[in-house]
Each structure stands twice: as C-alpha cells, then as structure tokens.
C-alpha cells in the first residue's frame, strides 16, 4: 500500500484484497492503487534564438495546458544552450521530480556520465534532435542524419545543374552530433556526385539569427564563387536576411525546420528547401519512448518543403 519497491506483484495484490475485504479499503480505493499514477516528464531544450526549439517549447505549453486526466504530467525548461556542464546539472535536478526526461543533447562525457548515473536510478531518457553517440545507453527520438545531409547534398547538385564553386556549411555547434553527421552526409555524396563543387569548412553561429547573419555577410564577401549554402542548424533567417540585402537569389539555399521565418524565405525565393521534422511528432514519439517504450519508434521520417507544396 505504500508502494514500496521490492514487493512481488501477486503479495501486493493479495494485500489490496484483503484490505477490501477487511473494510479497511473501498473498491475504488484499490482501484487507484492497481492504476498506476501517470508518469511525470520533463523536456530539456537549449535556450537561444532557434525559431524551431522555441516552436517546440510553444507546442509543449500547449500540450501542457490541455492535458486530461491520466496523460502524463509534463514539464519543460530552456537550458544555457552548448553548455555540456548545464545541462549536466539540469538532468540531475530533474531527476527528483521526473520519472522519464527527453533532452536535446550536447556530445560532452560531462552530459553522457550524468545520464548514465540518472538511467542507473531506474529513470527514463531520451534524446531528441541530437543524440549522445552509439555508446550511450539512451535512446534517441530523431532523424538519420547522416542520410539527412546526404539528400541535402544531392539537392544542392542537382538545384546548381553542374555549376561550379563553393559551398558553404553553417551549424550551431559541433557539440551538436546531429549537426556533425550532417556535415559528413553532404561530404560525402558531393565527393561521390558532385566533385566540382567544393565544400568549405563547417562554421559555428550557435544556431543564432545575428551570428549566422554576420557569418552570411563575411562569406560573400570573402568568396567570390560562393554558389550555394546549407544551414545544417537552425535559425536560417539570418542567413537570408543577408541574401536579401546583398541580392542574392542566385545562391542555392538549403535549410532546417519550418517556422515563420523559414515559410517566408521558402515563398521569397530565398530559401530552396527545408528539411521539417514535425514539433508535435517529436513530442509525441518521446513522451511515447518514456511512457511505453517498447512501442515507439526512434526515427520519425522527415519533411522537405519547397515553395510549391508548402501546408
């Protein structure tokens, strides 16, 4: 009755019953105490200006403020964002509350130690966007990423049509390993498909509008055979307000997530393409890992939206 860890099963039970029989308990009192409560969940997401985690925030208020009886308690904080020992400390904290935590991982051994310490307690975890590496004991609710930037890579050669030049890498953070994979998908097909085409190095805007903004900026002015650019992160906007201002239409733009700011440059003309994986269906799939595990699917299929088939 006190639901003590370690009893068996059948003694619990056999308990309850004979506290019905005894008068000591009503029949819907030992009904609650067969129904297990619904669990308590928390979403960890990084702070910042990424329009997308702020639409995943926005979605999980909304989620929140319509729960009905019996779905899971839900709750949701903005961690500093590309702060490996933040959110370290942020997984611990909530391990008092939570029963399960879905967060948006930084690749970090201060991260993967505090995960494996809280899933060592008996708690749930499940990265989403981001995930910790094949050697962590977490599951991941996300995209192949890998698969992601190579289908980016054979949009950007198949949308240049044997144009010649450089393409440009912007992500929030290397600590990020969706963005990593990402950037290794794109490699990889342009070497395999598109050789004229060459790749630059990986800049960091730690997916902020102002610095993928500047970033935007010094590549064209630095790079005369600038011809393409693909925003592995978030926060596209600054990147198109740069197109905007320096008139170039003419660069092939390729992006993640659709927010307000990415539907606009998609009908401008400035974006080409956004990759989408859907906020509610990522909410959905890791409340759906936490709460029942052995029937959710860790790799939702993803959106790429143009200008012509925007919902």
Same mark, same amino acid.
């Not at 969940?41 to 009886?69: C, E, H, Q, T, W």
């Given at each position: 009755?006190?639901q003590?860890? /370690?009893?068996?099963?059948?003694? @619990? ?21 067969v ?5 308590? %969940? ?6 910042? /200006?990424?329009? #997308? ?8 208020? @909304? ?9 899971? =308690? ?14 370290? =400390? ?10 399960? +935590?879905?967060?948006f ?14 899933s ?7 990265? +989403?966007v ?8 977490? $599951? #991941? +609710? ?8 190579r ?16 393409? !440009? ?6 600590? #990020? ?8 998908? %794109?490699?990889? +097909? ?12 990986? @800049? ?8 993928? #903004? ?14 393409? %650019?693909?925003?592995?992160?978030? !926060?596209?906007? /600054?990147?198109?307000r ?17 927010t ?19 906020? $509610? ?31």
């Open positions: 009755m006190n003590r860890k /370690g009893v068996k099963e059948r003694t @619990r039970m056999r308990v309850l019953e004979l506290a019905r029989e005894t008068g000591f308990l009503s029949q819907a009192d030992v009904e609650r105490f129904t297990p409560p619904p669990p308590n %969940i928390v979403f960890l997401l990084p702070s910042g /200006g990424n329009p #997308y985690l702020r639409l995943l925030g926005d979605r999980l208020r @909304r989620r929140v403020s319509a729960k009905n009886a019996g779905e899971p =308690a839900l709750r949701c904080f903005f961690i500093e964002g590309f702060n490996a020992k933040a959110l370290a =400390a942020a997984l611990r904290q909530n391990a008092g509350w939570a029963d399960g +935590i879905a967060f991982a930084i690749e970090h051994p201060l991260v993967r130690d505090a995960a494996i310490e809280i060592e307690l008996g708690k749930r975890l499940v990265t +989403i981001s995930d910790l590496g094949s050697h962590s004991p977490v $599951d #991941y +609710i996300g995209l192949d990423n890998h698969t992601v930037g289908t980016a890579g054979f949009l950007m050669g198949r949308f240049l049509n044997r144009r010649a030049g450089s393409v !440009a890498l912007v992500a929030g953070s290397r600590q #990020y390993r969706a963005h990593c994979e990402r950037e290794a998908g %794109i490699m990889s +097909i342009m070497d395999e498909m598109f050789p004229d085409l060459h790749v630059m190095a990986m @800049r960091e805007g730690h997916d902020d509008p102002g610095e993928n #903004y500047r970033h935007a900026l010094n590549l064209l002015e630095q790079k005369p055979d600038l011809v393409g %650019i693909y925003n592995v992160g978030g !926060a596209s906007g /600054g990147i198109c740069a197109l905007r201002e320096c008139n170039r239409a003419d660069i092939v733009t390729i992006g993640h997530g659709l307000t700011d990415t539907r606009k440059a998609l009908l401008d003309g400035t974006l080409d393409a956004v990759f989408d994986l859907a906020a $509610d269906e990522v909410i959905a799939r890791a409340i759906a890992a936490l709460v029942a595990p052995e029937t959710a699917t860790s790799l939702p299929k993803f959106d790429i939206f143009f200008r012509e088939n925007l919902p």
